[in-house]
T-cell receptor, first 115, second 116 residues
Framework: AQKVTQAQTEISVVEKEDVTLDCVYE???????LFWYKQPPSGELVFLIR??????QNEISGRYSWNFQKSTSSFNFTITASQVVDSAVYFC????????????FGPGTRLSVLP | DTAVSQTPKYLVTQMGNDKSIKCEQN?????MYWYKQDSKKFLKIMFS???????INETVPNRFSPKSPDKAHLNLHINSLELGDSAVYFC???????????????FGPGTRLTVL
């Protein structure tokens, strides 16, 4: 069965520090999609990125970067020079193509960026 | 111009009541979803609808029933509410292959349901 693990329940950093949020997934499928979502204190869920299983190229978007490594089944998310506005719960999610076509979220990592 | 909207934002009700939460999307997407987020922030998909057909139904009690009058709407009806139903319910929509599960989902603001 598909599974998403975010081992870090809570992380606190001081503003301007870099922080990496870990995501490890399990899947039987060869074709799958990985996502990151952000849930700020206001409660809405904001899409950040999607990556398919055939594209291991790392991606950078401003202060955000993602490191996808199939060999370790990981899809980690790094925030460079963190800001207070980055404080949120971050969810990693997985969708498989062939097995049940389900969409599973990890348990989330609560990031607190202190001024 | 809200992409995915839900009403109401807050819902407080007594055990045993029947209630509905409405969801509308103006993105032209072909798939809509309902998620439940519990007090520990765990997010779990409940249903998804693609072209008016239910394509996922997780192990959700049959007291919960999604109803889609058209592609832009997916309402959630809950019968005989129980204390454990208290949670935040999110509606979402997406567009794409095989029900859109592989594309980014756009979420509504959530409905906080409290059952007393």
């Amino acid at each position: 069965a598909q599974k998403v693990t975010q081992a870090q329940t809570e992380i606190s950093v001081v503003e301007k520090e870099d922080v990496t949020l870990d995501c490890v997934y399990e899947t039987r499928d060869t074709t799958y999609y990985l996502f990151w979502y952000k849930q700020p204190p206001s409660g809405e869920l904001v899409f950040l990125i999607r990556r398919n299983s055939f594209d291991e190229q790392n991606e950078i978007s401003g202060r955000y970067s993602w490191n996808f490594q199939k060999s370790t089944s990981s899809f980690n998310f790094t925030i460079t020079a963190s800001q207070v506005v980055d404080s949120a719960v971050y969810f990693c999610a997985l969708s498989e193509e062939n097995y049940g076509q389900n969409f599973v979220f990890g348990p989330g990592t609560r990031l607190s960026v202190l001024p | 111009d809200t992409a995915v909207s839900q009403t109401p934002k807050y819902l407080v009700t007594q055990m045993g009541n029947d209630k509905s939460i409405k969801c509308e999307q103006n993105l032209g997407h072909d798939t809509m979803y309902w998620y439940k987020q519990d007090s520990k922030k765990f997010l779990k998909i409940m249903f998804s609808y693609n072209n008016k057909e239910l394509i996922i139904n997780e192990t959700v009690p049959n007291r919960f029933s999604p109803k889609s009058p058209d592609k832009a709407h997916l309402n959630l009806h809950i019968n005989s509410l129980e204390l454990g139903d208290s949670a935040v319910y999110f509606c979402a929509s997406s567009q794409g292959l095989a029900g859109g599960l592989f594309n980014e989902q756009f979420f509504g603001p959530g409905t906080r349901l409290t059952v007393l």
